[in-house]
């Protein structure tokens, strides 16, 4: 039965120990940690608003398009009907003039509204690549795959931290 039952000086050292190791855990760990996840938590809050912001924006930008692309075609209507009552009144040849000059209008007005949208469309995907990159990189680095990479971490903190 003696086998069984610790001795009374065992218990008091590992109670001492482990209390030691607290106390050492308590003043040199807890805070960095704690401070490192506060911060890891508020830069994903921040990334998460950025992403958000974006995604308005990409929504103003799509009613924008869509505005633009009814004012051309409220334009090109405009046009085109101001177009068919002039052939009606002149010749054929003042009615080929305005034919033309209505389609060269129309393209005209096309290719403004293609290129405007492209920008944007570049513009967007750039700031969409630039959060989606700030995004994975923070959740690269949140999401470790093993026990060594997350010792080499742990390491790399560490070294990192200025003790006073």
């Given at each position: 039965?003696?086998?069984?039952?610790?001795?009374?000086?065992?218990?008091?050292?590992?109670?001492?120990?482990?209390?030691?190791?607290?106390?050492?855990?308590?003043?040199?760990?807890?805070?960095?940690?704690l401070g490192s996840l506060k911060e890891r938590e508020e830069s994903i809050q921040q990334a998460l608003d950025q992403a958000e912001k974006a995604k308005q924006e990409m929504a103003s930008l799509k009613s924008d398009n869509e505005k633009l692309l009814k004012e051309a075609r409220e334009e090109r209507d405009k046009i085109l009907r101001d177009a068919r009552t002039a052939?009606?009144?002149?010749?054929?040849?003042?009615?080929?003039?305005?034919?033309?000059t209505a389609d060269k209008i129309i393209e005209d007005a096309k290719a403004v509204i293609n290129t405007e949208k492209q920008t944007a469309l570049r513009d967007v995907r750039a700031q969409v690549a630039l959060f989606s990159l700030e995004i994975a990189e923070k959740l690269i680095k949140k999401n470790l795959a093993n026990d060594k990479a997350q010792k080499e971490l742990t390491e790399t903190l560490i070294n990192d931290l200025k003790l006073n």
């Open positions: 039965m003696d086998l069984l039952t610790p001795g009374t000086g065992l218990i008091v050292w590992q109670v001492l120990i482990f209390l030691g190791l607290v106390l050492v855990l308590a003043k040199y760990a807890w805070k960095p940690i052939a009606s009144q002149i010749h054929d040849e003042a009615q080929t003039t305005a034919k033309k």
